[in-house]
């Protein structure tokens, strides 16, 4: 799974964000997970990049059947992961140089662990910096609260959860920024 946010706006964001996508499908399927992932990706997004637009990333390949989670982070917030219904944490994750600038990077994997009843959510900053109509953020805080609001919700019940509590918080505010979620429920066959 991989979770993406890039600079800028308009077109040359949006070819960015294809060249970013497509870039990250050729080396997931060319390489080892444990051989740098990031920093190939990195490599390949600095080349010819004269306009200096640069993208943040969260990485995580599971292993369904052991359920380990090699992950990489480029500059994302890290994921929030719930052990067995407990409260929701950040991963405890390098935070990494985002993608697409420094050529030469190196973007450490992290492994965790995941457990039957495990829940993980993986977001853009575009959650945490929805704005009200009196420019106040919706903030790490309210997510975790709204997270942890939820019970045992499953994938599909945390996002729409989320979702919900962004658009109440915010009414008739316009955002400026992409909001993207995802979520991950953890169990065995």
């Given at each position: 799974m991989a979770v993406g946010d890039?600079?800028?706006?308009?077109?040359?964001?949006?070819?960015?964000?294809?060249?970013?996508?497509?870039?990250?499908?050729?080396?997931?399927?060319?390489?080892?997970?444990?051989?740098?992932?990031?920093?190939?990706?990195?490599?390949?997004?600095?080349?010819?990049?004269?306009?200096?637009?640069?993208?943040?990333?969260?990485?995580?390949?599971?292993?369904?059947?052991?359920?380990?989670?090699?992950?990489?982070?480029?500059?994302?917030?890290?994921?929030?992961?719930?052990?067995?219904?407990?409260?929701?944490?950040?991963?405890?994750?390098?935070?990494?140089?985002?993608?697409?600038?420094?050529?030469?990077?190196?973007?450490?994997?992290?492994t965790v662990q995941l457990e039957p009843g495990d829940r993980l959510v993986v977001f853009s900053d575009g959650v945490t910096e929805a704005e009200d109509a009196e420019d106040r953020m919706f903030g790490d805080d309210r997510l975790r609260e709204c997270l942890d609001a939820c019970g045992r919700r499953d994938a599909q019940g945390l996002v729409e959860a989320v979702r919900d509590a962004v658009r109440d918080f915010v009414g008739d505010a316009s955002q400026s920024d992409d909001i993207t979620l995802l979520a991950l429920a953890y169990r065995t066959a």
């Open positions: 890039v600079s800028g706006k308009g077109m040359p964001a949006a070819l960015f964000m294809v060249r970013s996508i497509t870039v990250m499908r050729m080396a997931a399927m060319r390489g080892d997970p444990d051989d740098d992932l990031l920093g190939r990706v990195n490599a390949l997004l600095c080349e010819n990049n004269p306009s200096e637009l640069f993208t943040t990333a969260f990485v995580g390949i599971v292993d369904t059947a052991a359920g380990a989670m090699t992950c990489y982070n480029g500059g994302h917030p890290a994921p929030l992961l719930s052990r067995a219904g407990g409260p929701f944490e950040p991963v405890p994750l390098p935070r990494g140089l985002v993608l697409g600038i420094v050529d030469g990077m190196p973007y450490q994997p992290v």
